[in-house]
Every structure is written in structure tokens, then in C-alpha cells.
């Protein structure tokens, strides 16, 4: 599809008889989905190009219709497909701001300069981004806020927390 893919979601299930998909987004606030986007569907290995005719929130959910998909049947070997689009197709950023998945990769240390581990990928919950950090001996889930991130290095791939006490213990 892409050079730089990056995955929006997860395809749970279908809606309706005339090819509809359910989307879990990890970021349930985007706003990217419009129509004539070109998306990539990736399921075991395999990828398929897609362009999106209609998009549409429900309930945490969003429903998808694909242009080339138009009953049920065609919609159902999609369940358990990952939603990759082109980075390209991402909003641009202040500066000074980032997406939470170019991250995935980087290093982390504490204030002191003790090595935490590396960020093996995000979790969306309600409460917001959690990095996945695995350490040499255990995986810690960081909360990706201000408080916490004091800063993010892309020259050096690092990223510097500030973990309040007990964080980095459960």
C-alpha cells in the first residue's frame, strides 16, 4: 500500500446485510475516516487496498462502508482485520507535537538516566494513551500524558518520563 502505514483499528464484526463494517478505532476521537480515503485492510499477513465510501460513529464504534463491498458476504472474510492508512493522510502537527505511534521504538529512561525499557506500542483506554514499555524483566504500561513524558528525542530515539512513585513497581 504505503511506505508508512499506520493502524486505526480493528474490523470486529459487519452491520447489516449491505456490506458494512464495524471498526474498533484506537483513537475513538478521530476524525480521519472520510470518504475517498484509501485505506489498507491487513488480516494474517495479507493486505488489501481499499477506498472508503462512507464512515460513521456508533455508539464507541465506527461503521465503514468500502466501495468495493456490497453484502455480507463479501464483508465477512474482513472480521479481524487491521485498518492501515498512509501516514500521509494524518493531520499535520504543530511543532513540537507527535503521533503516539512513531514513538513505538524508542528507548526509555527515568530522570536519573536509568533504562526502563523500550515502547513496544500504545494502548487506547477511556482514560487516555498508555505506552507499552517492556523492560528487561517485566512490561510496564506508562500513561503518555505531560505529567509524566518530560521529554520525547527523535534524534536519539529516547523518551524521558517522570513516573510518579509506585508506577514502575505494579
Not at 494502548?123 to 528487561?136: D, F, H, K, N, R
Amino acid at each position: 500500500m504505503v511506505d508508512h502505514s499506520v493502524p486505526l483499528g480493528a474490523i470486529v464484526g459487519t452491520h447489516g446485510l449491505d456490506g458494512w463494517l464495524k471498526l474498533n478505532p484506537f483513537n475513538p476521537d478521530s476524525a480521519v475516516l472520510s470518504p475517498g480515503l484509501e485505506i489498507c485492510l491487513e488480516k494474517s499477513g495479507r493486505q488489501s487496498v481499499h477506498q472508503l465510501e462512507s464512515s460513521k460513529p456508533h455508539k464507541k464504534q465506527f461503521l465503514l462502508k468500502l466501495r468495493d463491498v456490497d453484502t455480507i458476504d463479501a464483508a465477512l472474510p474482513f472480521i479481524g482485520s487491521t485498518l492501515l492508512i498512509s501516514d500521509a493522510a494524518l493531520d499535520a502537527l504543530e511543532p513540537g507535537q507527535y503521533y503516539h505511534y512513531q514513538v513505538i521504538g524508542f528507548a526509555v529512561f527515568d530522570l536519573n538516566g536509568a533504562a526502563i525499557g523500550t515502547i513496544a506500542g500504545t494502548l487506547s483506554t477511556a482514560a487516555g494513551e498508555l505506552y507499552i514499555v517492556q523492560g528487561p524483566d517485566k512490561e510496564h504500561l506508562i500513561p503518555a500524558v505531560r505529567e509524566i513524558i518530560e521529554k520525547v528525542d527523535f534524534d536519539e530515539r529516547k523518551v524521558i518520563v517522570n513516573p510518579p512513585q509506585g508506577l514502575l513497581d505494579l
